[in-house]
T-cell receptor, first 116, second 110 residues
């Protein structure tokens, strides 16, 4: 079991659908991250939130829309995705961004997304 | 951002010590070195982190030479359950970006 909870674990959607991925942590961490991971590849950073504000957007297409409603929750809204967006989407949190990757990140087990 | 280079894969047998080396020639003064382990269909798990010399915890040791241009993750007496991908990361001095290297796939055989 992880301290970062992601739902759903699996999601299949069509290219015209709108869906959301959810991530929750109760460790009091103030930095939260979204990553995308394709099969047999390393995770790729998508977004970083610090104190509920978007700090980094790694040039992610607008069909991915992050949201941080409060310090414990992180959402990723999906709309009009393409088949190449099929991947494992990982959420992570860390204590804060003061020392960046000097703060170990805690990862959830991801949402396996398939776009039909 | 410091780029990391690791072997693509390694094989070992149960009970052996495994050493995985990561090169990071452009590491910055304020950067730390962090290692994660990832099993299939799971998120990465933090293993160990260090800045210089040697760090040891209950699962691994991390050796960092004085020039800090490389680091070695040491796993003592591996078991079949240590079969996983191991990632070496070097911290961005800006403190925000996390860039995973390609990782090392470790196969532990009986």
């Amino acid at each position: 079991d992880t301290e970062v909870t992601q739902t759903p674990k699996h999601l299949v959607m069509g290219m015209t659908n709108k869906k959301s991925l959810k991530c929750e942590q109760h460790m009091g961490h103030r930095a939260m991250y979204w990553y995308k991971q394709k099969a047999k590849k390393p995770p790729e950073l998508m977004f970083v939130y610090s104190y509920e504000k978007l700090s980094i957007n790694e040039s992610v297409p607008s069909r991915f829309s992050p949201e941080c409603p409060n310090s414990s929750l992180l959402n990723l809204h999906l709309h009009a995705l393409q088949p190449e967006d099929s991947a494992l989407y990982l959420c992570a949190s860390s204590q804060d961004l003061g020392a960046g990757v000097n703060q170990p990140q805690h990862f959830g087990d991801g949402t396996r997304l398939s776009i039909l | 951002l410091a780029k990391t280079t690791q072997p693509i894969s390694m094989d070992s047998y149960e009970g052996q010590e495994v050493n995985i080396t990561c090169s990071h020639n452009n590491i910055a003064t304020n950067d730390y070195i962090t290692w994660y382990q990832q099993f299939p269909s799971q998120g990465p798990r933090f293993i160990i982190q260090g800045y210089k010399t040697k760090v040891t915890n209950e699962v691994a040791s991390l050796f960092i030479p004085a020039d800090r241009k490389s680091s070695t993750l040491s796993l003592p007496r591996v078991s079949l359950s240590d079969t996983a991908v191991y990632y070496c990361l070097v911290g961005d001095t800006g403190g925000f970006k996390t860039i995973f290297g390609a990782g090392t796939r470790l196969f532990v055989k009986a």
